[in-house]
């Protein structure tokens, strides 16, 4: 099974271990009834900046990326194209900036507001290959016709993890030995609604799918099998910051400096200011008080470290 190296700007340790648990457990040798084109996994991932160890800007642990970004092509001037999720995957799927989409919120789909365009995935499809989704490769819901741009981009229902549900749950741990739903959520992922979380669903169901390919391709039996289009999204770091609490050891939130400039720029115009209503809604920002929309947070709850490790012992949160 070749995959092309097609190495994304952006990567999480899931994507990575994704990518090595294929080339280490799924190497197949080429059969006779195997197309000779390559195999495609394309791995996207939300709102993540470069802050992993290959491109030496930080001291977090990601030795899995790290060997990723050493077998392909590492971009050191690459921008999203927008801020925010939504318009952004529109551009880089079509191949179109947002001036030229004119969308810039999550409230139309493309093919009507903009442009009948081929996408990343249409195109490989349209050239013979099977393309399947896995996780948040097109924003859902509107921006995407509420299904994922189905047909014209892929040929089998797109998969979503069903976890992703409980995204606004009251699933963290607080004082009391209550749940709240809140921005930074260090949690017992064995407590959590299925025992999971949604990117550790993501990643078994790519998984299945090229294992399930492996099989197909190496069976003699099988009628030759078109090439594939696998896109794995991945939802973290996206908001809020759902993680298994044991990465809590490995990055003590008290080793995470404060922004050197923590005030907006003079002479900003309002438009440009981000209203943080995903944050203002959850129970930790709510019991700040802070005044919106330019009240700065306090400087212990920037760092967090006391109240990440308050919420899983179940203490009272102190300012």
Not at 11 to 38: G, M, P, W, Y
Not at 95 to 114: G, I, K, N
Not at 243 to 261: G, H, I, K
Not at 279 to 289: A, F, H, T, W
Request: with cysteine.
């Amino acid at each position: 099974m070749d995959f092309i190296r097609w190495i994304p700007i952006f990567h999480i340790l899931l994507a990575a271990n994704l990518f090595l648990c294929i080339s280490q457990n799924l190497k197949t040798e080429a059969v006779r009834h195997q197309d000779s084109r390559h195999n495609v996994l394309f791995i996207v991932v939300d709102d993540l900046r470069p802050a992993l160890g290959c491109y030496e800007v930080s001291k977090y642990i990601t030795p899995n990326i790290d060997q990723l970004c050493s077998m392909g092509i590492k971009f050191s001037n690459a921008y999203a194209q927008q801020a925010l999720c939504g318009p952004s995957r529109v551009s880089f799927l079509t191949s179109r900036r947002p001036d030229t989409t004119r969308l810039y919120d999550v409230h139309s789909y493309w093919r009507h507001a903009a442009g009948n365009f081929t996408t990343l995935p249409q195109h490989f499809k349209e050239h013979g290959y099977h393309t399947a989704s896995v996780g948040k490769v097109f924003h859902p819901g509107k921006s995407s016709n509420f299904n994922d741009d189905q047909p014209y981009s892929w040929s089998e229902k797109p998969y979503h993890p069903s976890t992703q549900a409980y995204k606004n749950s009251k699933v963290c741990a607080g004082p009391g030995g209550r749940k709240y739903s809140n921005i930074v959520c260090p949690v017992n992922v064995t407590q959590q609604p299925e025992a999971t979380l949604p990117d550790m669903q993501s990643t078994r169901q790519a998984m299945q799918f090229l294992r399930d390919r492996a099989r197909l391709e190496s069976s003699p039996s099988t009628a030759p099998t078109a090439p594939f289009f696998l896109a794995v999204g991945y939802h973290k770091p996206h908001v809020p910051l759902k993680y298994p609490e044991q990465f809590l050891d490995l990055y003590p939130l008290s080793t995470v400096p404060l922004a050197s400039n923590r005030h907006y720029p003079e002479h900003m115009p309002l438009v440009a200011w981000n209203p943080w209503t995903d944050l203002r809604d959850r129970d930790d920002v709510k019991e700040l008080n802070v005044s919106f929309p330019f009240g700065p947070l306090p400087d212990d709850y920037q760092c967090l470290e006391a109240r990440a490790h308050n919420a899983i012992g179940g203490k009272e949160w102190k300012d």
